[in-house]
């Protein structure tokens, strides 16, 4: 079963706009990492945030953790079409490194 | 570039048959976990191996089965396919140094 929701399930947006995705969780965590999938592709790491931090910043991308509420987003900003492809949330939750996938959001980046 | 490589790519089989699946990873990466991703679902975990022992099983049944040997690669293998099977079967060895690093897949497709 999957550990969490993402929303939205699909983002279309203008290149050069940000994209937004949530995402929700529902057990403790360890941490919390986010991953790109091209085209039912390999999965790809974008940045792993901790239970202990609260943001975290790579690049163009903002990751933010809320463990009161159990839920994380990822903000991408000044999007370009090759950000176009699904973004997964994925929780570490125990010690043998298992993580846990949420549905994931499709977002197409419109060039 | 991945320093997970799996093969092969892509695999028709049909119901009934046997199929194994490999992955090589990441030298000095001692643990390996793969994931069965349903065509517009996020992975879900199968099993993992760290030094040739499994340490963690998700809910898939025995005809799910898995080796890892001394030299970092695996093996999925999987008996009396069913259609239900078909999926994307990732390959993820993990890493003090980076954390999880996933391979490209191999599309399984039961007829």
């Known amino acids: 079963s999957q550990q969490g929701e993402e929303d939205p399930q699909a983002l279309s947006i203008q290149e050069g706009e940000n994209a937004t995705m949530n995402c929700s969780y529902k057990t403790s965590i360890n941490n919390l990492q986010w991953y790109r999938q091209n085209s039912g592709r390999g999965l790809v790491h974008l940045i792993l945030i901790r239970s202990n931090e609260r943001e975290k910043h790579s690049g163009r991308l903002r990751v933010t953790l809320d463990t009161s509420k159990k839920s994380s987003s990822l903000l991408i900003t000044a999007s370009r079409a090759a950000d176009t492809a699904s973004y997964f949330c994925a929780t570490d939750a125990g010690a043998t490194n298992k993580l846990i996938f949420g549905t994931g959001t499709l977002l197409a980046v419109q060039p | ?111």
Not at chain 2, 73 to 88: G, Q
Request: charged share 15%; aromatic share 14%.
């Open chain 2, 1 to 111: 570039e991945t320093g997970v490589t799996q093969s092969p790519t892509h695999l028709i089989k049909t119901r009934g048959q046997q199929v194994t699946l490999r992955c090589s990873s990441q030298s000095g990466h001692n643990t390996v976990s793969w994931y069965q991703q349903a065509l517009g679902q996020g992975p879900q975990f199968i099993f993992q191996y760290y030094r040739e022992e499994e340490n963690g099983r998700g809910n898939f049944p025995p005809r799910f089965s898995g080796l890892q040997f001394p030299n970092y690669s695996s093996e999925l293998n999987v008996n009396a396919l069913e259609l239900d099977d078909s999926a994307l079967y990732l390959c993820a060895s993990w890493g003090e140094d980076y954390g999880y690093t996933f391979g490209s897949g191999t599309r399984l497709t039961v007829v």
